[in-house]
């Protein structure tokens, strides 16, 4: 029996924690820490990396059984940022944080898609990872972080992972290839990938660019990976620290090599033959359902089948057709629809198609077609940006709306999951990069592609119609933009590997790799790849963009026969904009006490009108839907705004009279003295009779003295009288 004391130390040890630590050079006084043992100890998995003032608590949960008929991985991802990180309070009615914004989907997104293919393929345990951002260095961007700090808690679990992986970001700034710049730094960036790989392998790349080459990207990708494999090692030593290399033991995936071998002598043949037939997306998958019911039919007759067999029967004739498409490709090199493996399937748009909209073009490339408008508002129609870590105003916003029947299915309409999210923020990142700037596209512009069919990469189908679009609204875009998706079919026993331009929807999900390519003419403005194999070999991937750049100027020339430039003008019935500066003093005056003034003149001109300090001047924006308004609201701001200036003739309104003159507004809130000695050449005694208050008279500034005031002249205007003679 433990005394009282002894329960206590007991209690102590128990209540204590075991910090352990380890440190990641970045170079240039940079350096990461990543620590365990100290925050969230339940969790099978839990760190803490740290960058400057930036934290990210992650955390790994995995269920010790898999849940039954499970045949794939239920991983979840969530990134979520603390508004106390930056020390702000949330935004909305609750004040606390809601659902993921669009911003934290999309890195949830990438840490995702960096650590599913690395799980081994018969894991099938419910399994959840979340990354904090607990706290935050406004220079210092999280999202750079957030795929080492997940592999991180992984590689501290006994989770089965064939990792570690770690993410970086790779950006060329000033010529120099960075890893993970300050966000400073980025407005400078000729090109910002986010590269995620294991020791040995690249698995996935997110990023922009300003029309780089092919070997450019090459470079940065394989720049990226010599600080991933630092950061890899890094995660293998703090795992052989805290002691978790061996991992728990697992049985998810019943097998039955018997029935293995029944289904593939039964179907391969058939399966093949159907491959090869190059029938139509329905057509083909009606066909491949009919093979498996048959089987069934012939194998159990009216036998029960039992939830195990079932569920080895649907696995193994999906391998049958896995085998038999990949084998169709790389022996014959035919393709499910018959294409070789560089075509692309046939395209065609149109532009103009809805009358009322600014701006709209379909694109339709085999099976997939896009249906995209464009919406031309005002500065007041700006995406405000609520996040903990990124807030402000975006004015150019990309909607991808994915519906069930684009595919032929049934599914509630619950609004845009993750995937819609991250397709249309890669459209929205390539179209941006030839977007006109400053002055030369005073609108906030809204592009909504709406996916009406869909057999493979609607998101390319998005950016090639999204600048068709563009240039129909007359949008002067710097250059059309055109994007392609490749894959890859490998066979890693005898080396033989097949590239594919322009994936069908099951070449996507048969294949190994998914690489969508964006760019102009010049060069490449965006990228997205996701691999599912390990040892990709850079000559592979360098083939892969060369073949990809040869399929982006094939669909670049076939939308240019519908449109090959912008619109000269807008359409009719698009608004109008105007911008102008005055001087930053006149702000005030042109807003007026409470907002009266601006108020008055968007009520009675019918013009939006937004006025913001930039650079010490007031940048003025006038938005109406026809020139007679926006002329009104001009003239009336530059009245209000306009300095008086010495020989300058003015029509002025009398504000007040004076024995020895008048005074006379010539400029709102400017008013000058004219003289009575100014008023004629004849000689006046006194004011009586000459002007009355409200009168409008034409006067000549003659001069201002130091002290600002006026003087004006009415005589100058008038013809001298001539003298008489004595």
């Not at 350096?31 to 400057?52: F, H, P, R, Y």
């Not at 105003?393 to 619950?414: C, Q």
């Amino acid at each position: 029996m433990l005394l009282k004391d002894e329960r206590h130390i007991e209690w102590k040890q128990q209540m204590s924690y075991n910090e352990i630590k380890t440190t990641i050079d970045m170079g240039g006084d940079r350096q990461i820490e990543i620590s365990t043992g100290k925050l969230a100890k339940q969790a099978d998995g839990s760190v803490v990396v740290k960058q400057g003032k930036t934290m990210l608590l992650a955390t790994v949960v995995s269920a010790q059984e898999a849940k039954p008929g499970t045949d794939f991985l239920p991983l979840s991802v969530d990134y979520q940022e603390k508004y106390a990180a930056t020390g702000r309070i949330p935004g909305g009615f609750l004040r606390r944080e809601a659902r993921l914004s669009d911003y934290e989907i999309l890195i949830s997104r990438l840490v995702d898609r960096a650590l599913r293919p690395l799980f081994p393929e018969d894991y099938h345990a419910d399994t959840q990872v979340m990354i904090s951002l607990i706290s935050a260095d406004k220079d210092i961007m999280p999202d750079a972080l957030a795929g080492l700090a997940a592999s991180a808690a992984i590689a501290v679990s006994d989770i089965p992972f064939n990792g570690p992986i770690s993410e970086v970001r790779v950006a060329k700034i000033d010529g120099q290839l960075v890893i993970n710049p300050l966000l400073s730094e980025l407005d400078r960036a000729t090109l910002e990938f986010i590269v995620a790989g294991s020791a040995n392998d690249i698995v996935m790349v997110e990023g922009e660019a300003k029309e780089i080459s092919e070997a450019e990207m090459v470079e940065a990708i394989e720049f990226a990976h010599k600080a991933i494999q630092k950061q890899v090692q890094a995660q293998v030593k703090l795992a052989e620290k805290v002691g978790k290399t061996v991992k728990r033991e697992y049985n998810h995936e019943p097998s039955n090599p018997e029935l293995r071998e029944q289904i593939f002598a039964a179907t391969y043949d058939n399966v093949y033959a159907v491959a090869k037939s190059a029938s139509a997306k329905h057509e083909r998958s009606e066909q491949f359902k009919q093979i498996g019911e048959a089987f069934i039919e012939t194998a159990f007759g009216e036998e029960e089948i039992d939830e195990e067999t079932a569920f080895l029967i649907k696995k193994y004739y999906h391998d049958v057709q896995y085998e038999a498409v990949r084998n169709l490709i790389l022996d014959e090199g035919i393709r499910l629809d018959g294409r070789d493996v560089r075509t692309v399937r046939p395209i065609w748009s149109e532009v103009d198609y809805l009358p009322a909209a600014h701006g709209s073009a379909i694109f339709t490339r085999g099976e997939t077609q896009s249906l995209t408008s464009v919406t031309l508002g005002a500065k007041d129609d700006e995406q405000l940006i609520d996040g903990a870590f990124i807030h402000g105003y975006n004015k150019f916003i990309l909607h991808y709306n994915f519906p069930a029947f684009s595919t032929g299915e049934v599914r509630p309409n619950r609004g845009p999951g993750r995937r819609e999210v991250g397709h249309g923020n890669l459209a929205m990142r390539s179209l941006k990069q030839v977007l006109p700037t400053g002055d030369e596209n005073p609108y906030t512009i809204r592009v909504v592609s709406d996916i009406l069919e869909s057999n493979g990469s609607s998101s390319m189908a998005t950016v090639c119609a999204g600048t068709l679009a563009l240039m129909d609204a007359g949008v002067k875009i710097k250059a059309p933009v055109s994007g392609i998706a490749m894959g890859l079919i490998t066979d890693e026993k005898t080396g033989k590997y097949a590239i594919l331009s322009d994936i069908l929807g099951d070449e996507d999900h048969l294949g190994d790799m998914d690489f969508k390519v964006t760019g102009t003419a010049r060069g490449i403005v965006g990228c997205q790849m996701d691999l599912k194999i390990h040892g990709l070999k850079w000559e592979v991937l360098i083939q892969a963009l060369e073949q990809a750049k040869e399929a982006r100027l094939h669909i670049l020339n076939e939308m240019e026969k519908t449109l090959a430039a912008p619109r000269a003008d807008y359409k009719p019935h698009a608004p109008r904009i105007v911008s102008f500066t005055i001087d930053k003093e006149f702000i005030g005056a042109v807003i007026g006490p409470g907002g009266k003034i601006i108020q008055e003149m968007q009520r009675e001109t019918g013009a939006t009108i937004a006025i913001e300090e930039i650079d010490n001047k007031g940048v003025v924006q006038v938005f109406a839907e026809n020139k007679a308004s926006i002329d009104d609201a001009v003239r009336r701001i530059k009245a209000i705004a306009a300095k008086p200036e010495v020989g300058e003739i003015y029509e002025g309104k009398v504000k007040s009279i004076m024995p020895f003159g008048a005074f006379i507004e010539i400029l709102p809130g400017k008013d000058g003295l004219l003289h009575i000695s100014e008023i004629d050449w004849k000689r006046f005694e006194t004011m009586d009779g000459i002007f009355n208050v409200g009168d409008m008279v034409t006067v000549k500034l003659l001069d201002i003295d130091k002290q600002g005031k006026l003087k004006l002249s009415r005589k100058v205007l008038l013809p001298k009288p001539e003298k008489k003679e004595a």
